[in-house]
Nanobody
Framework: QVQLVESGGGLVQAGGSLRLSCAAS????????MAWFRQAPGKEREFVAA????????AYADSVKGRFTISRDTAKNTVYLQMNSLKPEDTAVYSCAAGVGVAPSRASTYSYWGQGTQVTVSS
């Protein structure tokens, strides 16, 4: 079983930046696509970004294109989400995920999930 450990969430003002990190357990079965999802109070879980196992392909939700960047360090088995120009509507619990499916924006693709980290953006 793959375990994912997240860090980097917090409270920032609108226009600020945060970088989230998600480290996978060292012994894994792959290759895995990795992704970030978010869920705000009273809202459905929403796809944010995904990256292929070799880092060669990425996908983003329209709401974050141009502001967020997903990347991964294969040697460290870690995925990052750099979030710039944050808006109050970005406030949510962010979770990282790993899976071997073929639809990167669908939650059902992912078999393993992190614990979630809170991102709060004040206006």
């Amino acid at each position: 079983q793959v375990q994912l450990v997240e860090s980097g969430g917090g409270l920032v003002q609108a226009g600020g930046s945060l970088r989230l990190s998600c480290a996978a357990s060292r012994r894994t079965f792959g290759p895995y696509t990795m992704a970030w999802f978010r869920q705000a109070p009273g809202k459905e879980r929403e796809f944010v970004a995904a990256i292929s196992y070799n880092g060669g392909a990425t996908a983003y939700a329209d709401s974050v294109k141009g502001r967020f960047t997903i990347s991964r360090d294969t040697a460290k088995n870690t995925v990052y989400l750099q979030m710039n120009s944050l808006k109050p509507e970005d406030t949510a619990v962010y979770s990282c995920a790993a899976g071997v499916g073929v639809a990167p924006s669908r939650a059902s693709t992912y078999s393993y999930w992190g614990q979630g980290t809170q991102v709060t953006v004040s206006s």
